[in-house]
DNA sequence: ACAGTAACCTGTTTGC
DNA sequence: TGCAAACAGGTTACTG
């Protein structure tokens, strides 16, 4: 997916069009992504008012008065504003009509999910065990450090575990990790303070100046009006193996970490 | 509690 | 050019 500056992206993006604005009906050409959607869907929601667009790592809440959508875009998901009747393009799974406008969900390979709740979201179990908000104070170098100590899994793992910190993938933990200069396979309880404190600065810098860009189109990824987003040509290591690092000139590595790919320069990164 | 692996599904890229 | 294999931004759920 979408990681957290894509979802936060398409938050920003979609917002304008439809907070406050109320529901006329629901179109789902699918009973399931990632898992069934209610088939009740289109009824619970069937005249209800956005009161708030929200986010929750890589989760989209859509609160209504009695109670709130939750949003995954998976690995290929994305929402975009379309004009009230424009037909349903490929793999556009669910249309909510506004109005002056509809929210399309367009998710190839139906890795996202659609889910409702009439209690708090974050009290779901999808979203209770989540890890910080990385753009917070919560996410510190003293936080990681703590919570690695006695850990042997690979670094890049250990962060991109959403337990850890919510909202980093595999794009933001490759370049979070070269920025900080840390090699992506040392064992996550073997890091120093310092170097979580560096490694923290360098998550923060990264996602924010990802959103700034509009995030990263790779293949899938487009924002709301259908525009790409921007990050991809700042990215360092990132589907880069091979091409020369732009640091020191040496080929980057290509390695396999819990069979995720993992892109990091043998010379800047110990 | 932790580590490792398979699973969900489809489109695009790669390699023969 | 054609076809099959490999690979892809995420996360849960199962095993040991």
């Not at 006329?24 to 069937?46: A, C, D």
């Not at 379309?82 to 349903?88: C, D, M, S, W, Y």
């Not at 709740?117 to 009290?123: E, G, H, I, N």
Request: proline content about 6%; charged content about 25%.
């Amino acid at each position: 997916m979408p990681e957290l500056p894509e979802v936060e992206t398409t938050r920003r993006g979609i917002a304008p069009y439809i907070l406050g604005k109320e529901i006329s009906g629901v179109t789902l050409k699918i009973k399931k992504l990632r898992w069934p959607i209610p088939s009740t869907l289109s009824r619970t929601l069937k005249q209800a008012r956005v009161e708030s667009v929200g986010r929750r790592a890589k989760y989209l809440l859509l609160e209504f008065a009695h109670g709130t959508l939750i949003i995954h875009l998976g690995m290929s998901g994305s929402l975009r504003i379309a004009r009230p009747n424009q037909p349903l393009q490929a793999h556009e799974h669910v249309s909510f009509q506004f109005s002056d406008c509809s929210l399309r969900l367009r998710d190839p390979r139906k890795f996202g999910a659609l889910i409702w709740t009439a209690a708090d979201p974050q009290s779901h179990p999808l979203l209770k065990d989540l890890g910080p908000e990385p753009l917070t104070r919560q996410l510190s170098g003293q936080y990681l450090y703590q919570r690695s100590r006695g850990r042997k899994i690979a670094v890049k793992e250990f962060i991109m575990n959403s337990k850890t910190v919510s909202g980093v993938g595999n794009i933001y933990a490759s370049e979070a990790l070269f920025d900080a200069g840390i090699d992506p396979r040392r064992a996550a309880g073997r890091i120093s303070l310092a170097r979580y404190d560096r490694l923290t600065e360098s998550i923060k810098t990264i996602l924010r100046r990802a959103i700034k860009k509009g995030g990263t189109s790779l293949r899938d990824f487009i924002r709301e009006s259908g525009q790409p987003g921007y990050f991809k040509q700042e990215l360092k290591v990132y589907g880069r193996a091979g091409l020369p690092c732009r640091i020191c000139k040496k080929p980057l590595q290509s390695v396999c970490i819990s069979q995720r790919s993992s892109v990091y320069c043998s010379h800047c990164q110990t």
